[in-house]
């Protein structure tokens, strides 16, 4: 199921400290957390819902890691697949697709940006384009 996504987010104001403090808390707890909940949720949809379960939470943590992967490399897209002038990526609840969607439809991709969009379209036809706005999620 795709659903139309609504930005009702408020920005606010945080300490430096306090940003790089949560990122290390965060990368700790991913390390010594993470395969723990990956396997247990691996586990838990095979159970539940069978071989279908597994592809959803695999989609799931698939989209998560696209919208980490947009706000990491935010700056070295914005200077290699955009003009000045592009819609920036680094936005944390889009993906990477969704955002070089934008710069498609306004013009505003470079030749490394459309080579970039031009690979996604061999392996999912408008996909860059499919992609805006839209986060997938599956059907509960």
């Given at each position: 199921m795709i659903i139309k996504k609504q930005d009702c987010g408020k920005k606010k104001k945080s300490s430096p400290?306090?940003?790089?403090?949560?990122?290390?808390?965060?990368?700790?707890l991913m390390a010594l957390t993470g395969p723990i909940g990956l396997?247990?949720?691996f586990f838990h949809q095979l159970f539940a819902k069978g071989f279908n379960g597994i592809g959803e939470f695999a989609l799931k943590i698939a989209v998560s890691i696209d919208q980490l992967g947009n706000v990491i490399m935010q700056h070295l897209f914005n200077s290699l697949w955009i003009t000045k002038d592009g819609y920036?990526?680094?936005?944390?609840?889009?993906?990477?697709s969704s955002a070089l969607g934008k710069n498609k439809q306004l013009c505003t991709l470079t030749t490394f940006g459309k080579a970039i969009d031009k690979i996604l379209d061999i392996i999912d036809h408008n996909?860059?384009?499919?992609?805006?706005?839209?986060?997938?999620?599956?059907?509960?």
């Amino acid at each position: 199921m795709i659903i139309k996504k609504q930005d009702c987010g408020k920005k606010k104001k945080s300490s430096p400290i306090i940003g790089i403090l949560l990122f290390l808390i965060s990368i700790v707890l991913m390390a010594l957390t993470g395969p723990i909940g990956l396997v247990f949720g691996f586990f838990h949809q095979l159970f539940a819902k069978g071989f279908n379960g597994i592809g959803e939470f695999a989609l799931k943590i698939a989209v998560s890691i696209d919208q980490l992967g947009n706000v990491i490399m935010q700056h070295l897209f914005n200077s290699l697949w955009i003009t000045k002038d592009g819609y920036e990526f680094g936005n944390r609840d889009e993906t990477i697709s969704s955002a070089l969607g934008k710069n498609k439809q306004l013009c505003t991709l470079t030749t490394f940006g459309k080579a970039i969009d031009k690979i996604l379209d061999i392996i999912d036809h408008n996909h860059s384009l499919d992609s805006i706005d839209y986060f997938i999620q599956p059907e509960e």
